[in-house]
Structures are given as C-alpha cells and as structure tokens.
C-alpha cells in the first residue's frame, strides 16, 4: 500500500516555467521531507517541515506543509535545466522509524 | 546538513562471490539506518532497518541470509550480498537518521553489478 502519492509522476517543461509538484497521503506525519535526486547518486535532503502550515522558501522553491499534516506541495518558480531530477517527498513519524516514501516526480527542464 | 558516505560507489563481481557495501555517518551518531534498493527510474524500496546493536528488520520479501546487515557501531552499518547473481545487480542506498527532527541523510549510493 502507497502511503504517498504523488503527482504529477512525470514532467517535462521548457526553461523558464513555473511547476508545483504534490505529495499527498492519508496519514498524519510528524515532518515531511522534500529531496532531489540525480541520476547515479543519492537523494539530498532540501527541506524539512514539521508544522502544519508551515511554508519554507529556498531560492526558487517553495515547499508548503499542509494544515492537517498530511499533504505538501514544492513550487519551482522560473525553472532552469539545473533543476532536473527526482523529487521524493517523505513522510517521517517517529525516530527509529523508517520514513514513508513517495514514488517521486521525474522532472525534466528543457533549455 | 549531515554527512553520510557509502563505499564503494560503484563494484562489479562475479556471480557466486559475496559483495560489502559501508555505510558511514561522518559527524553525527546514527542509532538507526536503513537500507534501500533502487531499480531504474523508480523510487526507493526499503529492505531493512539497522539498528546499532540488535538484529535488522527485514521488510516482507527480503531475505535475511542473503542480505547481511551487521549495524556494530553508532557510525557504520554495513550490507553484505551473499552469493551474489546477476538478479541482484542493482544501485543499493544507505541512510541514516539523526536526532534532530528525525531527518535522514543519505549515502551516495553504490552501483552494484554482478557479471
């Protein structure tokens, strides 16, 4: 069973747009994580948030927490080939306790 | 953030041979790592949570004696591929857990091809 979905699965947009990618479950996580992945590497943690509401803003990125802790979203503004990758959102619950992973959106920023 | 390295990044052996992957948190002490395997184009698929000093839980599927994880320290936890055939070529992914909020860190990952 899927905990997380998210949504879209898949991507491709030019240079230059906006996109807001989802991440959506049923259950309630203490904090959700948001990483990129590149081809051949390992995931790197972008942003951790734990309220519900809570909004964080890296560079271009936004990433929203959902008021009831069970949904969140990350918006790219003015998307660069840089920004390709995947991107797994993760739910997490108590220490020791493995985090719930989504099955990621493949992005792909067109030059 | 966190610093967690893998080694090695990539091997190649030969099916039938056994294979040992490291996992290292480098600047803060992990009771808890896990153990992912990732297939092409998809998410990660967790295998087994390593606790320091007791025995790993396996997720439903893996098993146990051919997937090795001995977690002996507060900074290493190791998988070993016993036996190893072609099936289970695969880029396999350490993480490790810290304290603070909960946020896991990764290892780079290791490509593992058995021939």
């Known amino acids: 069973t899927q905990l997380l979905e998210q949504s879209p699965q898949f991507l491709s947009i030019q240079e230059g747009e906006n996109l807001t990618v989802y991440c959506n479950s049923s259950?309630?996580?203490?904090?959700l994580q948001w990483y990129r992945q590149e081809p051949g590497e390992g995931p790197v943690l972008l942003v951790t948030v734990v309220t519900g509401g809570e909004v964080k803003k890296l560079k271009r990125l936004t990433f929203q927490f959902g008021d009831a802790r069970k949904d969140s979203s990350l918006h790219i503004t003015a998307a660069q080939p840089g920004d390709t990758g995947l991107y797994l959102c993760a739910g997490g619950r108590n220490y020791g306790q493995n985090f719930v992973f989504g099955p990621g959106t493949r992005l792909s920023v067109l030059p | 953030g966190a610093v967690v390295s893998q080694h090695p990044s990539w091997v190649i052996c030969k099916s039938g041979t056994s294979v040992k992957i490291e996992c290292r948190s480098l600047?803060?002490?992990?009771?808890?790592m896990f153990w992912y395997r990732q297939f092409p184009k998809q998410s990660l698929m967790l295998m087994a949570t390593s606790n320091e000093g007791s025995k790993a839980t396996y997720e439903q599927g893996v098993e146990k004696d051919k997937f090795l994880i001995n977690h002996a320290s507060l900074t290493l936890s190791t998988l070993t591929v016993t036996s190893a055939h072609p099936e289970d070529s695969s880029f396999y992914i350490c993480?490790?857990?810290?304290?603070?909020?909960?946020?896991?860190?990764f290892g780079q990952g290791t490509r593992l091809t058995v021939v």
């Open positions: 993480s490790a857990q810290t304290t603070r909020l909960g946020e896991a860190f």
């Open positions: 600047d803060f002490q992990a009771t808890t």
């Open positions: 259950s309630v996580f203490s904090s």
